[in-house]
């Protein structure tokens, strides 16, 4: 069928469609926003799910929503090995010079942008790559300790101040919140904390892996009652049915209703397959109606499509013995695994191989469940694996 009309759309934070089975959530985003707004209590949420499950995308949505009502939103995302300061500061000074710009000159504002400037300094940005303003002078002793715990914080209330000053609400959206430090995690609960117990206008909705949850009660044991972790899973069947079937009516054309479900059996529900399976079969299909022989046809495709991409991003950057790693577990199945299985399987002691899970878990490639569990955190990894490593590393004869 006409490739140019094709509805489905397979990638990284890429709007659906069909944004289906989300409603809970977006309610969600729209009650913590609402409160903000009247500057009631809001709980700041944080997105928990696997890779390729939509949670990009529900941030993506979330900041039109606030950005719908007027409100100020900073989206930002989580990278290895960069600093939280780094990711926030350009942002944050957007979003201060606008609400400078929003009407006569405000002390809260003006004064968020100090504060703003004696952080940047003390986290050490050169300040030549970093001009805040012309006639900005630095906050003197607020946020400029060097203590990301107690200068986050400082920071977040000035802004939350400059917010509600200006009757707005500052919404901070960041992805792929467990690639943060646990003192950057921590520094962004107590800021968090600070800005709920005075009730200022900031919230914060982010996204990361299921590691996240974890990461998070370990910097702060109060993180589980300051925010809420709603789970991203895979589409329930009727929903994952409806993210096939309404794009492809709403382009004027049909799926056969066993052709539909062919889909939603392959994909489990998950929302990147779905876009992917949806994608390949109808560009594969001579003409509407698309029956489970297209789909069945698709399959090669998809599975090209997926090995190429969504399965390989961070894949190609791992080391020879955490792929040998990822690649015992496959053996084992989709998983969660006992550690001493995967062990097992390389022929060696859980000891000798846990700086290697840990680093798979620091890169995001796994995460551990319940204690001495280890699980993928892409779904159907497991085959992928298989796919692309036909034999696992045969363990060596030990001695
Ligand atoms: N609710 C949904 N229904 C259908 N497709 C979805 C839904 N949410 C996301 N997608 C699709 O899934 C893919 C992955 O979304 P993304 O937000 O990047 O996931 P994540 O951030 O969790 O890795 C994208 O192609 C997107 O269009
Ligand atoms: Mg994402």
Redesign the pocket.
Known sequence: MDEVRNP???????????????QPILDQAKLTLGRAELGRHAKSFM?I????????????RISQMAAERGFHVVLVEGVEDKKLPDLLLQPLRQLLLALDALGAVNEKVKRGLRVLKSFAKSVKVRVGEFEIGLGIDTQKGVGDSGDLESDLPELFIAIGEAAKARKTVAVLLI??LQYLSEVELSALIMAIHKVNQRGLPLVLIG?GLPQLVGQMGKSKSYAERLFDFPT?GP?AAK??Y??IVEPISKEGEKIAKAAAEAIVTETQG???????WGYESWNGAAKSPIRVKDVEAAKPKVLKSLDEGFFRVRFDRLTPSEKAYLRAMAELGAGPHRSGDVADILGVRVQSVAPTRNSLIKKGMIYSPAHGDTAFTVPLFDEFLKRQIAVHDKPRPRP
């Open positions: 489905f759309a397979p990638g990284a934070g890429t709007q659906p469609p069909e944004l289906a089975g989300r997105l799910g696997l890779r390729g499950v939509g949670k990009t995308v529900l941030l993506n992805d792929e996204a991203v589409l929903d994952a409806t993210a998950y929302p990147y397959f779905l876009q992917v």
